[in-house]
């Protein structure tokens, strides 16, 4: 009977690792695709440049240097990270379409979400790269402009990873839209569309001011609508500056937001997957 109980369990095993098997092939393929593509590095470049910037415009203001490459620092790190999720993620299946390289890929066993979640993965890994790569830049512009102590800059790298590690889940959400627009919409109208989402989800406590304003009740119920359904990400940004300069959440809220970013990263993930099997792709 344990014996039974054993073999059954080796063969569910075994049938999931046979499902994941091409997802992790499919991420290892677009992390390469995406890691050799020119503009991701130029991007990265240009992330370099605003960090030392930061060092040379913090040292014409006394007493402010640090705040000023910080700031400048965050800013470049999740708005260039942003840009790259946008881009590459609304080309990451109208790629495969265009190039015809999908039809390869189906020809083996692989489903559409298997496709979609090893698309998401591969591009999620090569962004998690980048942004630590620039996290130790940023690490060390700060270190420059203020060696300090060893226990205090080690102090300032824990506030700097923990606000980078919620500007990442910020990115794997845009990478998750993306992917979702991509499957129904050509790159440009993807762009569009992920950009609209970004700007709105930093914007929705607008949208609930906006809705008291409209005497129109469709247009009241068009803004309530979009305020329930796209993210709250101003709470995201306020929580990531508070912990930058030293002012942590409590745990409830932490946990929250990881909860909530990666709820809405499944959901559109699953969405994705829902339509790429109504579109029967390839």
């Known amino acids: 009977m344990e014996h039974c109980a054993e073999s059954q369990g080796q063969k ?26 020119k503009v991701v590095y130029t991007f990265f470049v240009f992330a370099v440049i605003i960090s030392f910037f930061g060092l040379a415009l913090g040292s014409l ?22 840009i790259i999720a946008v881009f590459a993620g609304a080309n990451l299946v109208y790629k495969e379409l265009e190039k015809k390289t999908c039809y390869l890929i189906f020809t083996k066993p692989v489903r559409p979400w298997q496709f979609i979640l090893g698309k998401y993965l591969g591009l999620a890994l090569c962004l998690l790269v ?34 980078l590690l919620l500007t990442y889940l910020e990115l794997l ?36 001011d906006l809705a008291k ?17 796209l993210p709250d990400l101003k ?3 306020q929580t990531r500056s508070a912990i930058m300069y030293g002012q942590f959440p409590n745990s409830e809220l932490s946990i929250y937001l990881t909860a909530y970013l990666v ?17 029967e792709l390839p």
């Open 12 to 37: 569910v095993t075994a049938k999931k690792a046979g499902l994941l098997l091409p997802v992790f092939a499919i991420a290892s393929n677009t992390f390469k695709e995406v890691s050799r593509d």
């Open 130 to 163: 980048l942004i630590a790569a620039m996290a130790v830049f940023l690490a060390l512009t700060v270190y420059i402009a203020d060696p300090g102590q060893l226990l205090v800059f080690k102090e300032r790298l824990l506030l700097i990873g923990a606000s």
């Open 61 to 82: 203001s006394v007493g402010q240097d640090l705040r000023i490459i910080l700031d400048l620092g965050m800013f470049g790190i999740s708005t260039i990270g942003g």
């Open 173 to 208: 959400l845009i990478i998750a839209a993306a992917e979702f627009f991509s499957t129904f919409s050509s790159p440009i109208m993807s762009v569009v569309f992920t950009i609209a989402f970004w700007f709105i989800g930093h914007s929705t406590a607008s949208l609930q």
């Open 263 to 279: 709820s809405y990263v499944i959901i559109l993930l699953v969405l994705s997957a829902m339509v790429s099997e109504k579109r």
């Open 235 to 237: 709470t995201l940004t």
């Open 213 to 229: 304003l409209f005497t129109n009740s469709a247009l009241k119920q068009i803004a309530n609508f979009l305020y329930w359904t």
